[in-house]
């Protein structure tokens, strides 16, 4: 099963420290979308990503929150001096294009705790 | 501002009914309909889409229905078994010049289907 592979799955960290969550999109897609969701929200678009190019990050904060998706290997979203407002679960979606009737395949999600 | 609504919060049929569940969207721009489906610590799975050119789709036991005029999909599930209980989530997208296929969700509805 070559789906969409996230980690860690759970991640602790305490407040001020850097969080990193990996990604790996299904084998061939070049387009990778994170989202997070808040506890009893819906997913929220954050930033859109192809290789080596961020194409939209109308959705993530100004400050702290960063992403690559590099020519090799797993796109990252980097949350740096986290803070417990940022505890959620971070989901990252791939597709075969950034076209809209294109379906997004998501994976399991990272689940972030701040403490 | 949210774009894409999800109003009922909750809802509980029998198995072998009919579910149905409402979600509607405030901009016009939107040209694809996608429903995804969440069961607890995974990631949202794809159902069902529909295009803003068509007024129905159906995929065995799933058929989405399209209203612009009144700017409201629904989703019908028959007949409902208890596996269906999950989080179903209403997202839309546009493929408008600019836009990225970026996905806007709703909030959610979880769906309980009693044996």
């Known amino acids: 099963n070559a789906g969409v592979m996230q980690n860690p799955r759970h991640l602790v960290r305490r407040r001020g420290q850097e969080a990193r969550l990996r990604c790996s999109p299904v084998?061939?897609?070049?387009?990778v979308y994170w989202y997070r969701q808040l506890p009893e929200e819906g997913l929220k678009f954050m930033v859109y990503?192809?290789?080596?190019?961020?194409?939209?990050e109308s959705g993530m904060p100004k400050e702290r929150f960063s992403a690559e998706f590099p020519k090799e290997g797993p796109s990252i979203l980097r949350i740096q001096q986290v803070v417990r407002g940022d505890s959620a679960a971070y989901f990252c979606?791939?597709?075969?294009?950034?076209?809209?009737?294109?379906?997004?395949?998501f994976g399991p999600g990272t689940r972030l705790t701040v403490t | 501002d949210q774009q894409v609504k999800q109003n009922s919060p909750s809802l509980s049929v029998q198995e072998g009914r009919i579910s149905i569940l409402n979600c509607d969207y405030t901009?016009?721009?939107?040209?694809?309909f996608l429903w995804y489906k969440k069961y607890p610590a995974e990631g949202p799975t794809f159902l069902i889409s529909?295009?803003?050119?068509?007024d129905k789709n159906e995929d065995g036991r799933f058929t989405v229905f399209l209203n612009k005029s009144a700017k409201h999909l629904s989703l019908h599930i028959v007949p409902s078994q208890p596996g269906d209980s999950a989080v179903y989530f209403c997202?839309?997208?546009?493929?408008?010049?600019?836009?990225?296929?970026?996905?806007?969700f709703g909030q959610g509805t979880t769906l309980q289907v009693k044996p």
């Open positions: 997202a839309a997208s546009h493929g408008r010049s600019g836009n990225t296929g970026k996905l806007i």
């Open positions: 901009n016009s721009m939107f040209d694809y």
């Open positions: 529909i295009s803003s050119i068509k």
């Open positions: 990503l192809q290789k080596e190019n961020i194409i939209d």
């Open positions: 979606a791939s597709s075969p294009s950034g076209r809209s009737s294109y379906e997004q395949y």
């Open positions: 084998k061939g897609h070049s387009h």
